[in-house]
């Protein structure tokens, strides 16, 4: 069954990390933080809560959230080491399958942005195809570092706002009595 926003305001915050703690990637720090404007009008009113939690961070802070993703196609998601969401958002568009010559060039891709940027090329997966991300990445190296940092922003928000979607329309609510 669905979960509706009178579930989501209703959980104590143990709850709201256990459910919600990886909407941004290794960030469940911002997960808690805006559990204190509960209750939310709805969902969508709670991922604006998130989304204005990190647009409020300093420069520091935004790349940091930036550096807590991992690399796609990187040595973490070959030895099973990145979480579950990130591991399907990578099958999904195809990175958990590259052939040694695409994982070469993205190596080589990522590690260029890497050392320009100071933080990881960060991209929404799910709405995206191997080819569109290569693309995407040639592009974005050449950006200025503070649209880059912006944009890698608008991504993690993206990422984020599929990742409550995934919770809130396949979970299962405890019957309440
Ligand atoms: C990711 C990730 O983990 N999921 C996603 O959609 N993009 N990482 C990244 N560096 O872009």
Known sequence: MAMDI????????ESFLDVFGNVVEKCPVIVAAIWSRCPFLSVSDMESSIAEFID??????????????????????LSGKVTAESQGEQRQAGLA??????????????????????FPFVICARMSNKAQIFQ?????????????LLKG?????????????????????????
């Open 97 to 118: 399958s590259l052939s040694p010559g695409e994982m070469e060039r993205m190596k080589q891709l990522n590690s260029h942005y890497k050392n320009k940027f100071g």
């Open 153 to 177: 922003i608008e991504e993690v928000k993206k990422i984020c706002h599929l990742r409550i979607q995934a919770i809130v329309s396949t979970s299962t609510q405890p019957t309440k009595l």
């Open 56 to 77: 409020s961070l300093p420069q520091s802070g935004k790349e940091g959230i930036l550096r807590c993703h991992p690399d796609l196609a990187g040595r973490d998601l």
């Open 6 to 13: 009178r579930d989501i305001n209703s959980m104590n915050y």
């Open 136 to 148: 995407e990445l040639s592009v974005r190296v050449n950006n200025p570092p503070s649209q880059e």
